[in-house]
């Protein structure tokens, strides 16, 4: 078993293992009741409004951690399980998501940067994989092929990097809104800090995934697969 092997089985049990963390500490933390009594809902609504963003519309989505900000259409999505619920993890990740409309508003950069990259990523998503195949396939052929499949992979490997500091820095900007505006004390602020950090964690481990990845079929194009 070659390296490439060892390191891409560990970031996948990694990667298991953070995603499993994740759902335990969210489950825990969302039984964990707001001192402030507000829901998801009002916490959105009340960060967006204290930061003078009156064109966001927060909305209840379906299913569970599908919590997300559309720049598109101007909406915080928060999903059934934190819309209405007064949790810590819910106060938590509803002022997470309006983190996002925060950099959105203040132009923040890397959100610029990836947002720029999502028609690119679109597209690449749709055929890489295909792409990727017909390259392996046709390598003593046709090589060419498998490395516009790899550059089309290292778009997608280059947007899984950049939503990294998107994420963190909504994060901090969550964390930094809920301790000045009361809505947790200081024992819950902890927790939602803990609660932050872990969905972080997943963001790190799919870069590095994609990272892995990317590697493997470069190493296969330049003729070095043991």
């Known amino acids: 078993m070659n390296m490439y092997w060892i390191l891409f089985i560990g970031i996948t049990i990694a990667s298991w293992l953070v995603q499993a963390n994740l759902k335990r500490k969210f489950k825990n933390y969302s039984q964990i009741p707001l001192p402030s009594g507000m829901t998801g809902v009002d916490v959105a609504r009340k960060m967006l409004r204290e930061n003078g963003i009156n064109d966001v519309e927060v909305i209840s989505t379906p299913g569970m951690l599908t919590d997300h ?19 810590i993890a819910a106060a938590a990740v509803a002022a997470h998501e309006c983190g ?7 132009a923040y950069a890397p959100l610029k940067m990836r947002s720029a990259l999502v028609p690119v990523v679109s597209f690449a998503s749709k055929w890489v994989m295909w792409i990727l195949l017909a390259g392996m396939l046709m390598l003593n052929v046709f090589p060419e ?12 490997t280059l947007f899984s990097f950049i939503t990294l500091p998107v994420e963190i820095n909504a994060s901090k900007r969550a964390l930094v809104w809920l301790n000045a505006a009361g809505i947790t004390t200081r024992d819950t602020h902890e927790q939602a800090q803990d609660a932050l950090k872990s969905a972080a964690y997943t963001y790190v481990m799919a870069a590095l995934g994609s990272l892995a990845t990317l590697l493997y079929y470069i190493m296969i194009a330049m003729g070095r697969r043991s």
């Open 100 to 106: 996002h409309a925060v950099q959105h508003a203040q």
């Open 145 to 156: 092929l498998l490395w516009v499949g790899i550059a089309l992979f290292a778009v997608t």
């Open 69 to 87: 900000f559309n720049p598109l259409n101007k909406t915080v999505n928060l999903s059934e399980g934190v819309y209405n619920s007064c949790s």
